[in-house]
C-alpha cells in the first residue's frame, strides 16, 4: 500500500515562506508524477503543483503560479513544495498525491492521501 507522510506546514505571516515535504513509500514513485493539493477550510480538495518522475515537466494552478515551486528527489523518495510569498487564502491542509500515470498536464491521481500538514497565513 502506498504511505505519504507530510510536514512542514505551520503559522505564518503573509509574504512569508514554508516548504512542505512528503515522504512516500509503494510502487508508484519511481516512475509516476507526484502531485500536491490542498484542502482549505469548507472546501473540497484542490490542484495545486504535479511533476513528472524525471522532473522535466511541472504545473501549477493559476493561484499559485510564481510563488510555488515543487520539486522531487527520486532516491530519497520525497516530495518537496516550496511556498513564498504566502498569503491567507493559501491558508488550508496540504496533501501530496501519487500520480496515476507520468502525466502532468493533466494531472490525475490515485486515491490515496496522507493526514495532510496544516499551513496558516495570517495577514
Known amino acids: 500500500q502506498v504511505q505519504l507522510v507530510e510536514s512542514g506546514g505551520g503559522s505564518v505571516q503573509a509574504g512569508g515562506s514554508l516548504r512542505l515535504s512528503c515522504a512516500v513509500s509503494?510502487?508508484?514513485?519511481?516512475?509516476?508524477?507526484m502531485g500536491w493539493f490542498r484542502r482549505p477550510p469548507g472546501k473540497e480538495r484542490e490542484f495545486v503543483a504535479a511533476?513528472?518522475?524525471?522532473?522535466?515537466?511541472?504545473r501549477y494552478a493559476d493561484s499559485v503560479k510564481g510563488r510555488f515551486t515543487i520539486s522531487r528527489d527520486n532516491a530519497q523518495n520525497t516530495v518537496y513544495l516550496q511556498m513564498n510569498s504566502l498569503k491567507p487564502e493559501d491558508t488550508a491542509v496540504y496533501y501530496c498525491?501519487?500520480?496515476?500515470?507520468?502525466?502532468?498536464?493533466?494531472?490525475?491521481?490515485?486515491?490515496?492521501w496522507g493526514k495532510g500538514t496544516l499551513v496558516t497565513v495570517s495577514s
Open positions: 498525491n501519487p500520480g496515476r500515470s507520468d502525466s502532468t498536464t493533466p494531472y490525475y491521481g490515485m486515491n490515496y
Open positions: 511533476i513528472s518522475w524525471s522532473s522535466d515537466s511541472t
Open positions: 509503494g510502487p508508484t514513485f519511481s516512475s509516476y508524477a
